[in-house]
């Protein structure tokens, strides 16, 4: 049995056993595309001179600096964080709380906008200067743009809003996570196709639950990209069914075919890194909630695959986690996933009967 464990940092030093006493909850969210979103509540007490006070007064002001760490076995959560918010509940005589709320390290570049010209540089070249503050910096390659590419050559918005652009237009994401004690920023392609950092057993595996899942069967697009040439109308100069790095044996792309052009993208993008991405993208149509609260539950993350096992011959394989929200309380800890996926079936499937039929056999010795 794992326990998860909770240490916070304030101001650089970590909180007294005394005063995580009065934690009421922790609360850290993972999701792609955005900042991870942390919040603490506390039990607030008061003197006889009605100064009401609690262990982390020192967040109440714009971007002070904290850090929470989840610990579960030999793996770890670690978000620096950025206070955003303070709110109070006061009740004489009652319990009463704060709640800080904040982001993680990026909100240190979403603080100024800037009017800035990247003439002639990449996207991912403009990622790693941006970057830089935030400490160790990964970034994936992206081509050189032309000059018509204004979207690349000219900055007017904070550098953290301008990266999100760029990041988007690539099929990117940009995000902060701890890495070996590292902080480290990322401006990357998520792998839908990556080995996989745990196996989640549900349906009637170890961690049960009642998993909801949802597939659109037609929202996966074979785009056909083209662009206007005076004098000739449209010309088609690439497509793309979506197919590539299926997660399963039944992909969902391409099942409806689509015109784009150069104004369903953001800046110059070559024709077939447009179609590709677009393509690809829409076939994402298979999502998959659950709550974990298992004692042997893994510490789930976002942007990691899983597999999942114990749904079926459709429904079990490899899924993306979009995002995890974690949430810490006296009553435990309890992990609220949504994953996400661009086909069906398992392409690597366990031997032997599994699924119902494989806990019937076992528990009657078939």
């Known amino acids: 049995m794992r326990d998860s464990r909770v240490s916070i940092t304030v101001g650089g030093r970590p909180l007294a056993d005394s005063d995580l006493t009065r934690v009421r909850s922790v609360d850290v969210s993972e999701t792609m595309g955005n900042q991870t979103q942390v919040s603490i509540v506390v039990s607030v007490e008061t003197d006889a001179t009605s100064h009401w006070t609690s262990p982390i007064d020192a967040l109440v002001q714009p971007f002070a600096q904290f850090e929470v760490t989840i610990t579960r076995g030999s793996d770890a959560l670690v978000v620096p964080a950025r206070a955003t918010s303070a709110s109070w509940s006061l009740a004489a005589g009652a319990l009463s709380t ?71 237009r690539n099929d990117f994401d940009v995000y902060v996570e701890n890495v070996d004690g590292m902080q480290t920023a990322v401006f990357d392609h998520i792998d839908p196709i990556a080995d996989v950092s745990t196996t989640l057993d549900l349906g009637y595996g170890d961690l049960g639950g009642t998993a909801t899942v949802q597939v659109q069967l037609v929202s996966g697009q074979r785009v056909n990209f083209t662009h206007g040439t005076e004098g000739s109308g449209d010309q088609q100069v690439a497509g793309n069914d979506g197919r590539g790095h299926a997660m399963g044996t039944q992909s969902l792309g391409g099942a409806v075919s689509v015109l784009r052009d150069p104004t369903d993208v953001s800046g110059s993008q070559p024709a077939e890194v447009a179609a590709r991405v677009l393509a690809e993208r829409s076939a994402f149509g298979a999502s998959l909630s659950v709550s974990l609260t298992g004692p042997t539950m893994p510490l789930v993350r976002a942007r990691r695959t899983v597999q999942v096992r114990g749904l079926g011959d459709l429904l079990s394989g490899k899924w993306l986690v979009k995002s995890v929200r974690h949430t810490i309380s006296p009553a435990g800890h309890t992990q609220a996933l949504s994953l996400s996926r661009n086909a069906l079936g398992d392409q690597n499937p366990p031997g032997g009967a599994g699924g119902l039929l494989g806990a019937l056999s076992a528990a009657v010795s078939l």
């Open 98 to 168: 704060l709640t800080i709320a904040g982001l993680d390290a990026s909100a240190d570049l979403d603080r100024e906008e800037k009017d800035h010209d990247w003439a002639g540089v990449s996207d991912s070249d403009v990622a790693m200067q941006l970057l830089a503050p935030l400490g160790v910096v990964r970034a994936g390659t992206t081509p050189t743009p032309d000059s018509s590419d204004r979207l690349t050559r000219h900055q007017r918005a904070t550098d953290w809003s301008y990266l999100k652009t760029l990041a988007g």
